[in-house]
Every structure is written in C-alpha cells, then in structure tokens.
C-alpha cells in the first residue's frame, strides 16, 4: 500500500516550453504532498509543500512562478515547470505525507522524473 | 536550523562484510529520523524509520538503525552486504521547525565488491 506514482518518468522539452509533472497517490489520500529537485550525485532539496485545496508554500530561494504547483484533489499534485531553460534541467521526485502534517506515519517518494531542457 | 549529516560520501564493501553508515543530526528534541535508499534514476524506498520507544530499529532488507541521542545519531547497520545493497543511502530527518518537511544528508553512495 502507499504507492506515489510519478509521470511522466522522464522528458525531454525544448528550451522556452512548458512541462507538468503529475504526481498520485494511488491507495490513499494525500493531503500533503511535497516536491523535491536533485542535481547529479547530490542530496534532495525540498521545493515546496503541497496541501490539497490551497496554496503551495515554497521553500526561500524557490521561484514560485517558474514551479507552478496545483494540488486540486486529494490524490494528485501537479508540479508544471514554465518558460523552461537548460539549468531547470534535474530529476525532480514527489512525495507525500501518509498522515496528513502528522509526522507518525511517515512518508512515500514517487519513482522521480528525469527533465533535460534542450 | 536543523541539519543532518552523512560524512562518508562514499564507501566500498566486499559482499558479506558488515557495514555502518554514518548520521548525525543537530536537533535539540526528539527528532523524527528516516533511512531512505535511492538505486539510479529511482525514487527513494524507506528503509526504516525512529519516532520513538526502541532505540534500535528494525528495516526492510535486513537494515537496522540505532538511535542514539547522546551522541545525535542515527546510524544504517547491515550484519552482512549483498551486491544488490550498492545504492546511495540517504539520512532524513523531520521535527522542530522543519515540521511536517524531509530534510536529508548528503547521501552515502555504497559500492558492493564481489
């Protein structure tokens, strides 16, 4: 159970486009969910926090309007990279919260997505 | 502000051997620790995690993790390595003021010698 599924898995985009990442929750209701960016060999840097019906909170540093995030149901959260350029190039992976904010039932990561902008 | 730590970016076992990776964490309460492991181009599986109670956990795939305060660590144990171990393996860390938020260490990549 707790299954995220992330898609697509890995895109290729001319520099200037659009691109939308979805990410679902399949056996369960998200309430929460999070967005992460990963350079080669580094660790995962947070993006931002998604709560279903409201505003997405980023984290400092983010641009809020290059990372559009929607989080229109309780079980998908969409990440859409606007105006993409070469250095949005990264393997960006979702995650959601099992228990709403609630730290006791952990959290599950989506398979990631691999975006090269050309 | 809260931090965790992996300081071995990289280490390299014979298959069979034990192995212990390293975390700390800087947090004054009880945090909320993970152990996530990341094979190329995936996504992160759980391997085992401390909210509170036993300090030594018990994972998935054979893992354990102990969880000591004193010296603010959380360290990955396996008795012994199988090559399919050969990943990267990422600390996380949740509480205080990062509530509700992963923040993970550097990663340790393991590399598996037959």
């Known amino acids: 159970g707790a299954v995220v599924s992330q898609h697509p898995s890995w895109v290729i985009c001319k520099s200037g486009t659009s691109v939308k990442i979805e990410c679902r929750s399949l056996d369960f209701q998200a309430t929460t969910m999070f967005w992460y960016r990963q350079f080669p060999k580094q660790s995962l840097m947070l993006m931002a926090t998604?709560?279903?019906?409201?505003?997405?909170?980023?984290e400092q540093g983010v641009e809020k309007d290059k990372f559009l995030i929607n989080h229109a149901s309780l079980t998908l959260s969409t990440l859409t990279v606007t105006s993409a350029h070469p250095e949005d190039s990264s393997f960006y992976i979702c995650?959601?919260?099992?228990?709403?904010?609630?730290?006791?039932?952990?959290?599950?990561f989506g398979s990631g997505t691999r975006l090269t902008v050309v | 502000a809260q931090s965790v730590t992996q300081p071995d970016i990289h280490i390299t076992v014979s298959e069979g051997a034990s192995l212990e990776l390293r975390c700390n964490y800087s947090y004054g309460a009880t945090p909320y620790l993970f152990w996530y492991v990341q094979s190329p181009g995936q996504g992160l599986q759980l391997l085992l995690k401390y909210f509170s109670g036993d300090t030594l956990v018990q994972g998935i795939k054979g893992f354990e993790a102990e969880f000591k305060r004193s010296q603010s660590s959380f360290n990955l144990r396996k008795p012994s390595v199988h090559w399919s171990d050969a990943a990267e393996y990422f600390c996380a860390y949740a509480g205080g003021t990062s509530y509700g938020k992963l923040t993970f260490g550097q990663g340790t990549i393991l590399t598996v010698h037959p």
């Open positions: 998604s709560n279903e019906g409201s505003k997405a909170t980023y």
């Open positions: 995650s959601a919260s099992l228990g709403g904010q609630g730290l006791g039932y952990g959290y599950t």
